[in-house]
């Protein structure tokens, strides 16, 4: 199946300073999804990016698809403890979706 | 609200036992996946269904096998549980074609196999 590396794949930060976690792949992309779970909890959909060097934000966050349609980024300002959890970004293939291993973020009041 | 409901939260069974995992949802979605979720590995697809009877192999399904006889029921089967199947096994649903393309998960089965 489809590889796609994460990195980190832990990361603590104190509450305030910034995060960022990167996916990454050997073959291009056609479209790059990213989730969040919360410990303790399940995957949930945070956003779905398509096109060449695509940048979307939601409120703190910002999540960017390369040029080259090969890697992605998901990028948190001002951590919050409320983002405590662990981010994947999962590669979409016709109807399979190849989930990367995931950072798991501790935010440190 | 959308809904993926799977049976068990937890469960313990014995080596060599066969063990069911159901998941339904209420979205009408065409989609249904089985993944196992352990530390450092991520979410890996055991199994994907695009319609009822229809199954897919995803990149681990050795030791699993699936079931749809009904659009919004998705089993994951175990026909003889070992110790390395201890996991979290999530199921997902989604549209086919896929329209935003996500997946809603449910709650998870956490299968300790002893």
């Known amino acids: 199946g489809q590889q796609v590396m994460q990195i980190p794949q832990y990361q603590h930060v104190q509450e305030g300073e910034d995060f960022t976690t990167y996916c990454n792949s050997s073959?291009?992309?056609?479209?790059i999804q990213w989730y969040k779970q919360r410990p303790g909890g399940h995957p949930v959909f945070l956003i779905q990016l398509v096109k060449s060097g695509e940048v979307k934000k939601q409120k703190r966050l910002t999540f960017q698809f390369g040029e080259a349609k090969k890697n992605s980024s998901l990028h948190i300002t001002a951590t919050q403890t409320t983002d405590v959890g662990t981010y994947f970004c999962?590669?979409?293939?016709?109807?399979?979706?190849?989930f990367g291993t995931g950072t798991s973020l501790t935010v440190i009041p | 609200d959308v809904k993926v409901t799977q049976s068990s939260r937890y469960l313990v069974k014995r080596t060599g036992e066969k063990v069911f995992l159901e998941c339904v949802q209420d979205m009408d979605h065409e989609n249904m996946f089985w993944y196992r979720q352990d530390p450092g590995l991520g979410l890996r697809l055991i199994y994907f269904s695009y319609d009822v009877k229809m199954k897919e192999k995803g990149d681990i399904p050795e030791g699993y096998s699936v079931s749809r006889e009904k659009k919004e029921r998705f089993s994951l089967i175990l026909e003889s549980a070992s110790t390395n199947q201890t996991s979290m096994y999530l199921c997902?649903?989604?549209?086919?074609?896929?329209?935003?393309?996500?997946?809603?998960f449910g709650e998870g089965s956490r299968l300790t196999v002893l």
């Open positions: 073959t291009t992309l056609s479209n």
């Open positions: 997902a649903s989604s549209f086919y074609p896929a329209r935003t393309g996500e997946l809603f």
């Open positions: 999962a590669a979409r293939t016709g109807n399979q979706f190849y």
